[in-house]
């Protein structure tokens, strides 16, 4: 009988195998689906390490039934090895840590735990290696070792901590009735201990060669690996039983959970009794029949009734006929969309008086999704609707105020960059005298910033803005916006943390008709300063020509006497030369005091300018000066003394050259201005708007003037050209004669870009 079975086992240890992977394999893939996250339980962490022994152990099985049923090779021999080796690691390590989670029982407990450092394995590692490459047969000489070292310890290690944990945790475990689980794994491990670790493959040391597998199979007449695979299943059985303790644990905090909801709950339904019974709105449940069920305090005590007679009262009753239909519709949209919303709602007190309110409704199911009840949100805002009437009105009336005043006005914030200095402002609010006085619409400031509408806009401005707001301090300001070409009187003050308002002027026409005042007073001041030079020149002209005549005669008669190398042949002719110059300023002068006005005669001013400057072509042509003319055609012809324009068209061409000794280019233009330009930019632009005027300008590339010479330019004896070049009366003799004209002449000019003399002309008209 004996043979039989022990050839039954020879001839199928394949299935022996099988069973013996498999149930390995099912215990470890038991306690990796098992549920074990935030376990109190301290084995759920380690759990894990015996899991995969399982299924890595399993794994070693499965290759020993294939090398059974497929020969085996060196490469499979090999692969098989290391999947026993980390199997056995993972069991010694797992052996390791569940004996130190007991080492609080006791102090030999812990003195043996202190020895199972983390170090360990490692060691054991290493040792096997060293001695498995010392023999002739590393593969078996290092499975046996291993089984030595790390099988067998590790099942001892995971008997005593089976053991020990139990004891550690009886007061949680004894209840679950699961102390002959742990017995029962502590015995299995023992004894899979024992056939796994310690009866080993027959080698030539002790104690593999006295006690091994060909001896057991000798005495038994069964292979190891039958009662393997039963300690296997066995083992298996155990651990999943076992896990039921974290089962227990989840039931137990489901259960304590629930009861902590539970709780809750009540806590939660209590508080929201006192909220819905405290809340300030009314607040009211009606069933679908449209009775109310539920009405809190502050419903009551609004519209008079007790709680007894709004329960069960219809609702039809408690709202004006105007709501109840807007309720009434809205009851067939509460049961399908769950929530109605009526803002301009109407309620009816006990005593008839109507109430404006605020209804927002939402719909209750049942826990099969039947609609029940409405639960309704009321709010009385009776005093809120009439408030909003009153300030409506005062509105109304502030900004008929606000829109009828004459001065703008505007409302704005400040923004600041992120160093917190002021860049912009924005338009919050501006009236319609804002308007009549930008000449911007009041659409296109609101909620923009000034930058956004005048993009170049001065800094100034928001700086002094910006100011306000910083300080708190009202300013008064007078400046212009180039942009708009407008002065403006602005009353600047803080309006809130970030705000300030302006009430601004337009006062452009006031500082027009300033400037022109000024410009009077100018021109007036300069008349007279010219008329004082006149006269004084006249006087000093006269008493000088009679005797500058008498020099002259004597001078020019002694030199016809005297031969030209006679050393006073030279000093003569400079007496005469120097004379000559005298009486031609003397001319100057005496012209300068009284220009003839009373010849004139009508002129094609194109023409006459076309005749003057052939006079100075020759002399423009010789230093290197182009002469560009732009004349409009066909211009009136105006009555002037040809002689006296002639003079100042010359003298501002020479001038204009004089300005250029590099070479360069005079441009002569001529135009008309009519009279139907406004008032105000003629007055500025020194004309009578009532005429009509030829405009000469005499423009050159030269060095131009300073502001200091373009002050005095028109002055007499005023020069800027070097002693001898120039005697200051030309300028002021063109100013003289363009005034006996009812005209004007005015100088633009910067340095280094120019200057251009503008000459405006009177046209007489008919009836003049």
């Known amino acids: 009988m004996m043979d039989i079975i022990q050839q039954w086992f ?172 742990f017995i029962l794994a ?84 209590k508080r929201y009794q006192d909220i819905v019974e405290n809340a300030s709105d009314m607040i009211h449940s009606v069933n679908i029949d449209g009775h109310i069920v539920f009405a809190n305090r502050k419903e009551c005590e609004i519209l008079g009734y007790s709680r007894e007679e709004l329960d069960g009262k219809y609702i039809k009753e408690i709202y004006a006929p105007e709501t109840w239909d807007n309720v009434k519709k809205g009851f067939e949209k509460l049961r399908h969309e769950g929530i109605l919303f009526v803002e301009n709602g109407k309620m009816i007190k006990k005593n008839g008086e109507k109430l404006d309110v605020i209804i927002n409704s939402s719909a209750i199911y049942d826990s099969v999704g039947n609609f029940v009840r409405t639960r309704s949100i009321i709010k009385n805002v009776t005093e809120q609707k009439y408030a909003e009437y009153a300030l409506k009105q005062s509105e109304k009336h502030y900004r008929m105020l606000f829109d009828k005043m004459n001065e703008g006005f505007a409302l704005c914030e400040m923004i600041w960059d992120e160093q917190n200095k002021p860049i912009d402002f924005r338009y919050l609010s501006v009236n319609q005298s804002w308007e009549n006085n930008t000449g911007i619409r009041c659409d296109m400031a609101m909620n923009h910033t000034i930058r956004e509408i005048i993009p170049s806009i001065e800094q100034f401005w928001i700086d002094k803005y910006a100011e306000v707001v910083q300080t708190g301090n009202p300013v008064h300001i007078e400046n212009r916006v180039k942009s708009l070409d407008k002065w403006f009187e602005v009353f600047a003050y803080k309006y809130s943390d970030n705000k300030f308002a302006a009430i601004f002027s337009d006062i452009t026409e006031r500082k027009n008709m300033e400037k022109e005042k000024e410009k009077l007073q100018a021109q007036l001041l300069q008349s007279e300063k010219m008329a004082a030079v006149g006269q004084l020149a006249g006087g000093v002209a006269h008493e000088i020509n009679n005797p500058m005549g008498v020099i002259l005669g004597f001078a020019q008669s002694v030199v016809k006497m005297v031969k030209e190398g006679d050393s006073l042949y030279i000093p003569l002719k400079s007496i005469e030369r120097e004379a000559i110059r005298c009486k031609k300023l003397v001319s100057n002068l005496l012209t300068f005091s009284r220009i003839d006005d009373k010849v004139k005669d009508k002129a094609d001013i194109n023409v006459l300018i076309d005749d003057t400057i052939s006079l100075v072509e020759a002399h423009a042509k010789i230093k290197n000066i182009e ?36 070479g360069g280019t005079i441009t002569i233009t001529t135009s008309q201005i009519d009279a139907d330009l406004n008032a105000p930019a003629c007055r500025q632009a020194g004309i009578n708007a009532d005429k009509k005027y030829i405009i000469i300008s005499i ?45 004007t002449i005015e100088v633009e000019s910067e340095v280094g870009k120019g200057t251009t003399f503008v000459v405006k002309l009177p046209v007489k008209v008919a009836g003049e």
């Not at 060669?209 to 005495?219: I, K, P």
């Not at 012809?637 to 590099?662: R, S, T, W, Y």
């Not at 030269?702 to 009366?729: A, C, I, R």
């Open 10 to 181: 020879q001839n199928n240890l394949d299935i022996v195998f099988f069973v013996y992977g498999f149930a390995f394999v099912v215990m470890g893939i038991a306690i990796l689906i098992q549920p074990k996250k935030e376990s109190e339980f301290r084995i759920a962490d380690i759990l894990w390490l015996l899991a995969i022994f399982g299924i890595t152990h399993g794994l070693s099985e499965f290759l020993d039934m294939w090398s059974i049923i497929k020969k085996s090779n060196t490469f499979f021999d090999i692969f098989r090895w290391f999947i026993l080796v980390i199997s056995y690691c993972l069991l010694f390590e797992f052996g390791r840590q569940l004996f130190s989670l007991g080492k609080d029982r006791n102090s030999f407990h812990k003195r043996i735990a202190s020895v199972l450092t983390r170090w360990l394995l490692l060691i054991i590692l290493i040792f096997i290696f060293i001695f498995a490459f010392m023999s002739a047969d590393f593969l078996k000489i290092g499975n046996i070792l291993v089984r030595y070292f790390l099988g067998f310890t590790g099942c001892i290690l995971i008997t005593f901590g089976f053991s020990s944990y139990y004891k550690c945790n009886e007061i949680m475990l004894k209840s679950l009735k699961v102390k002959r689980y």
């Open 186 to 269: 502590s015995l299995s491990f023992l004894v899979y201990g024992f056939l796994g670790g310690l009866v080993v493959p027959k080698a030539n040391f002790f104690p593999a060669d006295w006690f091994n597998m060909d001896l057991f199979f000798e005495v038994i007449h069964i292979p190891v690996q039958f009662f393997r695979a039963i300690c296997a299943v066995i083992v298996s059985w155990v651990i999943i039983r076992m896990l039921k303790i974290f089962n227990w644990e989840m039931r137990e905090k489901f259960i304590e959970s629930t009861k902590v909801l539970e709780k809750r709950l009540i806590d939660v339904e």
């Open 627 to 662: 002469i560009i003319k732009r004349y409009v055609p066909d211009l009136p012809q105006i009555e002037i003394n040809k002689n006296q324009i002639e003079q100042v068209i010359v003298n501002l061409c020479n001038n204009a050259m004089d300005a250029m000794p590099e």
């Open 699 to 743: 423009s050159d590339t030269g060095v131009g003037m300073s502001e200091e010479v373009k002050k005095h330019v028109f002055e007499p004896f005023y020069t800027t050209k070097e002693v001898g070049k120039g005697t200051g009366l030309g300028l002021s003799i063109c100013y003289e004669i363009i005034k006996k004209h009812n005209g």
